[in-house]
T-cell receptor, first 117, second 111 residues
Framework: GAGVSQSPSNKVTEKGKDVELRCDPISGHTALYWYRQSLGQGLEFLIYFQGNSAPDKSGLPSDRFSAERTGGSVSTLTIQRTQQEDSAVYLC???????????????FGEGSRLTVL | QKEVEQNSGPLSVPEGAIASLNCTYSDRGSQSFFWYRQYSGKSPELIMSIYSNGDKEDGRFTAQLNKASQYVSLLIRDSQPSDSATYLCAVRGFGNEKLTFGTGTRLTIIP
């Protein structure tokens, strides 16, 4: 499809396991964001990629969290040694360059719901 | 102090009335301001953006910005049940490319 695609849509894991969440942005979009949303809460910024620039990792909550973006397209968010407080919906968003980026319009995927038991 | 603050609500408004949603931000250098709507179980979608002091109208929606007071608001006229959602305020700072979101205000329109 033409939208932001995330997988898996749901992930249940045991405490201490590693998980990988994938995001496939809209084709041609240079900016990619990861946010986390806990139940009933707002969006917590995690990390931002823009083109070939160094990513803004200022929102990653601990060194258990990392993300990469290969070839300026697909991104993977990895959470090592998961904890129960990591349970949330992880949202990926992308936006275009130039005027589209300046509008602040982020196009969100449907999210990956992570449950850590 | 949170970077972007909103009253979490819930805010209940009768159908046909005006819904008023408010947001304050801490970074005086912020340049761009946005309102996103998020239906339950869905992802956020952009409904309004505003960059200059004053009002900006789009259909039933009006965004208001006051940079001196570091305050941005969203008015929804002739509220409809389909407007029931969580409204997220988002702010982008000068030279800072990330969008910082508030916790959102849950709005319920009562038929």
């Amino acid at each position: 499809g033409a939208g932001v695609s995330q997988s898996p849509s749901n992930k249940v894991t045991e405490k201490g396991k590693d998980v990988e969440l994938r995001c496939d942005p809209i084709s041609g979009h240079t900016a990619l964001y990861w946010y986390r949303q806990s139940l009933g809460q707002g969006l917590e910024f995690l990390i931002y990629f823009q083109g070939n620039s160094a990513p803004d990792k200022s929102g990653l909550p601990s060194d258990r969290f990392s993300a990469e973006r290969t070839g300026g397209s697909v991104s993977t968010l990895t959470i090592q040694r998961t904890q129960q407080e990591d349970s949330a919906v992880y949202l990926c968003a992308s936006s275009g360059s130039g005027r589209a980026w300046n509008t602040g319009e982020l196009f969100f995927g449907e999210g990956s719901r992570l449950t850590v038991l | 102090q949170k970077e972007v603050e909103q009253n979490s609500g819930p805010l209940s408004v009768p159908e046909g009335a005006i819904a008023s949603l408010n947001c304050t931000y801490s970074d005086r250098g912020s340049q761009s301001f946005f309102w996103y709507r998020q239906y339950s179980g869905k992802s956020p979608e952009l409904i309004m953006s505003i960059y200059s002091n004053g009002d900006k109208e789009d259909g039933r929606f009006t965004a208001q910005l006051n940079k001196a007071s570091q305050y941005v608001s969203l008015l929804i006229r002739d509220s409809q049940p389909s407007d029931s959602a969580t409204y997220l305020c988002a702010v982008r700072g000068f030279g800072n490319e990330k969008l910082t979101f508030g916790t959102g205000t849950r709005l319920t329109i009562i038929p």
